[in-house]
């Protein structure tokens, strides 16, 4: 077996209260699997969920057969993304393992893209592709993975070489969710290159989120000091500054207003979407607020998830 597919989708929750069923979302990206140029005989798709019975598990009974689906049972226990993106490649038989999301889209020549790549060039150990979007359908309440010129190194759209996955012993499972594939880009750059290829394109379509949802990623954010503690010569080489001027300066104020003015034409189209909008992103710096002591001690310490 050449390639391994590993999808997590284990977070149906999460799909439900965007308003799109996982059978809807499954389906878009089992389909564009089957339409793919490299033959079916040469890659697997392994797709992790939670249960037999599960919205997953009812996607995939519709093309078990023409897309030889193995599926393996995960229960989260605190590892989140992370923890079912190692049982997914772990289960795989292939040489090289290819991370996509459950929300995506293939474009037909993905994995052909792939496989020349890695062929062409012995020395890298995997390939990052292109990832868009759909620009008409991004609101202020939308979710959407864009990496247009590389460098990003999203898990919706990157491949490793499986026996440099094993030498990296795969993600850290202390990232639940978000900068896990950062994490793993670095350790595995350290080693040789992962190019980017543009061909190997993955559309991710915007997905709808609630308020709350956007309110809660200012928890996300302490994942930086999950970072900088991991290898703080690397964070400030790459960063060029402290990660708590990372969280405060420019997630916590740059981001809030390139926000704003990336969707202030919604004042014309929706003023009630973007007040709300302008609301939650307020929300999100008032938490930051709230954690300053917080992430000051694990600057100083450590987050809980790295001590002894």
């Known amino acids: 077996m050449e390639i391994s597919v590993v999808i997590p989708a284990y977070q149906g929750g999460h799909w439900r209260r965007s308003g799109i069923p996982v059978e809807t979302l499954l389906g878009q990206l089992f389909e564009s699997l089957c339409q793919q140029t490299l033959p079916v005989e040469r890659f697997e798709v392994v797709l ?5 019975g599960d919205p997953a598990d009812r996607a995939a009974r519709e093309y078990r057969d023409r897309l030889g689906i193995r599926q ?19 289960h795989a038989r292939g040489s090289v393992i290819a ?3 459950a929300d995506c889209r293939a474009e037909p020549g993905w994995l052909a893209e792939i ?13 990052e592709g292109l990832t868009r979007s759909e620009p008409g359908r991004i609101t202020p309440f939308t ?14 759209n990157v491949a490793y070489r499986r026996k440099t996955l094993e030498q990296v012993e795969g993600f850290d499972e202390a990232f639940p969710y978000g900068h896990e594939d950062t994490d793993l880009s670095i350790r595995i750059r350290r080693l040789g290159p992962v190019p980017f290829v543009p061909e190997a394109g993955v559309v991710h379509p915007p997905i709808p ?4 949802q956007l309110v809660r990623r200012a928890f996300l954010w302490r994942n930086e000091l999950i970072l900088f503690h991991k290898d703080r010569q690397d964070y400030l080489a790459r960063k060029g500054h402290d990660p708590l001027i990372t969280i405060y300066y420019y997630l916590g104020l740059r981001c809030f207003l390139r926000g704003l003015r990336e969707h202030r034409h919604w004042l014309r189209r929706d003023p009630r979407v973007y007040l709300a909008f302008c609301v939650a992103l307020t929300c999100q710096r008032l938490i930051l607020l ?3 002591f917080r ?3 694990e600057r100083l310490s450590g987050p809980p998830s790295l001590r002894a």
């Open 290 to 292: 709230a954690l300053i």
């Open 99 to 101: 991370f996509i999301d």
């Open 143 to 156: 979710h959407q993975v864009v990496n247009l010129e590389g460098g990003l190194f999203p898990s919706c």
């Open 209 to 212: 989120t609630t308020p709350a």
């Open 72 to 90: 393996v049972r995960y229960r989260p226990k605190g590892g989140g993304a992370s923890a079912a993106r190692n049982v997914g490649w772990r």
């Open 115 to 127: 496989s020349a790549a890695l062929a062409r060039d012995s020395s890298a150990l995997g390939v």
């Open 48 to 52: 992790v969920h939670t249960f037999a």
């Open 295 to 297: 992430f000051l001690g």
